[in-house]
């Protein structure tokens, strides 16, 4: 087997890349789903929804795999990415919590097309045990040790109520999990070396609402702008219809 070199080895990706590593492999099954063979970085970056100058730099920490006057290879760029973040492997996943959430998580098809294999469902509702979601049987919270360790699961997703999603966390870094992502509504401590991901969907509507706001205050401004005569421009309405004067005095 041939040793990996040091610099390979040792090689720190920053986050801010880590994170936007996915997206492009998104952007490169997308281009090959279409029949294209290869794209150059402001065609990748255009699908990506990034500045071209920012992609290369994010590439450069992975290796050189473009080629000048031709662009990337989109199959092979897109293995490299994807052997980059660990998912040309299969990943065991275990859900908790098995609601609407759980339930809609558990049907995403998305999980297995990019390397997850949701082995187990779980939930502390007894009255759950047994119920067939996308072909899986819920299986009892307790059983999480178990599975965990007959599948040697590095992964968890919680969906759990707030109140119970510390609980969770702990049984599931008890039992050996060391990625962590998380649905609830809450904020979870776990020890050094435990990797959590937080998705809030009410923090991400509630940002939305927050450009929605200075939209429509941004838009209100504008039309009172426009009747004020901000600029040196005077709105005057003729016969009902306002229109525009330049230099106020007249």
């Given amino acids: 087997m041939t040793a ?3 610099s390979e080895t040792t090689r720190v990706i920053p986050e801010a890349t880590v994170a936007r590593l996915p997206v492009y492999l998104r952007a490169l099954t997308a281009l090959a789903e279409g029949g294209i063979r ?18 290369r730099k994010d590439l450069s920490y992975l290796g050189s ?22 998912v040309t492997q299969d990943w065991p996943v275990v859900i908790v919590g098995i609601g609407n959430l759980g339930h809609a998580l558990a049907n995403y098809s998305g999980f ?16 759950r045990t047994g119920e ?21 699961v590095a992964i968890g997703v919680i969906a759990t109520p707030a109140a119970a999603a510390q609980d969770v966390a702990d049984r599931m870094v008890a039992a050996g999990v060391t990625s962590i992502l998380n649905f609830a509504p809450a904020v979870i401590s776990v020890p050094e070396g435990v990797d959590v991901r937080k998705v809030d ?19 209100a401004r504008g039309e ?14 003729v016969d009902g219809v306002e229109v525009a004067t330049v230099g106020g005095d007249s």
């Fill in 65 to 86: 795999y473009g080629t000048r006057g031709v662009g990337y290879d989109v199959d092979y760029l897109r293995y490299q990415i994807a052997r980059e973040i660990g």
């Fill in 112 to 127: 297995r097309s990019r390397g997850f294999r949701v082995v187990a469902l779980l939930d502390a509702d007894a009255e």
């Fill in 201 to 219: 969907l009410s923090i991400e509507l509630q940002i939305l609402a927050y450009h929605e706001q200075r939209k429509a205050h941004g838009q």
């Fill in 38 to 55: 290869t794209c150059s970085s402001e065609d990748l970056a255009t699908a990506a929804g990034v500045n071209s100058a920012k992609l």
């Fill in 4 to 6: 990996r070199s040091s």
């Fill in 224 to 237: 009172v702008d426009g009747v004020d005569g901000v600029d040196g421009v005077d709105g005057v309405a």
């Fill in 132 to 152: 067939m979601v996308a072909g899986v049987a819920v299986r009892h919270f307790d059983d999480l040790e178990t599975i965990a360790r007959e599948h040697a």
